[in-house]
């Protein structure tokens, strides 16, 4: 299975780590609203502000979301029926 290797080497927690480790030495800006973030349960759109582009819309992806597609994701690599997680 191509994953397994990333599966065994990697958490999410050193996957997140290393990549705002590396967004914060490259300087790259991460926002987010938190509240929705840790609250909402689905995908939304926010609204994104530029001085160099007109206001368009983003896919926020919070929390709770994210956390059900990596199980998923996960479990549809290993083999196993969803929600035995």
């Known amino acids: ?3 397994r290797p990333l599966l065994e080497r990697e958490t999410v927690a050193d996957l997140l780590y290393s ?3 590396n ?3 490259h300087g790259a800006k991460i926002e987010f609203e938190e509240t929705m973030f840790f609250r909402a349960s689905q995908p939304y759109w926010q609204p994104m502000y530029s001085e ?3 206001l368009f819309m983003t896919m926020e992806f919070p929390g709770p979301s994210l956390l059900e597609l990596l199980q998923n994701c996960l479990m549809k690599s290993l083999n ?3 929600g035995m997680g």
């Open 23 to 25: 967004n914060a030495m």
């Open 52 to 54: 160099y582009h007109p």
């Open 19 to 21: 990549g705002f480790r």
């Open 80 to 82: 196993l029926p969803l």
């Open 1 to 3: 299975m191509a994953v």
